[in-house]
């Protein structure tokens, strides 16, 4: 069982940066391929980027949406991957959300993902 916890979410205006945090439970964070996820109301559940486990060569990508203004990485002694936020527009406010899933290569599918943190709201003015 692996518990993920976000942190980092609030308000920001429109041009600016924010930078979330998830930390995940368990001695085995490098095996698990991590996510990030968005909901904004109303709409479904959206991946943004994932970053591949250790033995997969721990490649990252990205929705298109996203590309050149976010970036994740993951920092396995500290179980943590980060979701670095640039350029916000008020069409990234969404409840963001961290997965996991261990071995994962089939990255953008949310069915896949065994383990979820409890979401973070980020919210960008105009």
């Known amino acids: 069982q692996v518990q993920l916890v976000e942190s980092g979410g609030g308000l920001v205006q429109a041009g600016g940066s924010m930078r979330l945090s998830c930390v995940a439970s368990?001695?085995?964070?490098?095996?698990?391929?991590m996510a990030w996820f968005r909901q904004a109301p109303g709409k479904e559940r959206e991946f943004i980027t994932a970053?591949?486990?250790?033995?997969?060569?721990?490649?990252?990508y990205y929705a298109d949406s996203v590309k050149g203004r976010f970036t994740c990485s993951r920092d396995n002694a500290e179980n943590t991957v980060f979701l670095q936020m640039n350029s916000l527009t008020p069409e990234d406010t969404a409840v963001y959300y961290c997965?996991?899933?261990?071995?994962?290569?089939?990255?953008?599918?949310?069915?896949?993902?065994?383990?979820w943190g409890q979401g973070t709201q980020v919210t960008v003015s105009s």
């Open positions: 997965a996991a899933k261990q071995f994962g290569t089939n990255y953008s599918a949310s069915g896949g993902y065994h383990y």
């Open positions: 368990g001695r085995t964070f490098s095996t698990y391929t």
């Open positions: 970053v591949l486990w250790a033995g997969a060569g721990g490649r990252t």
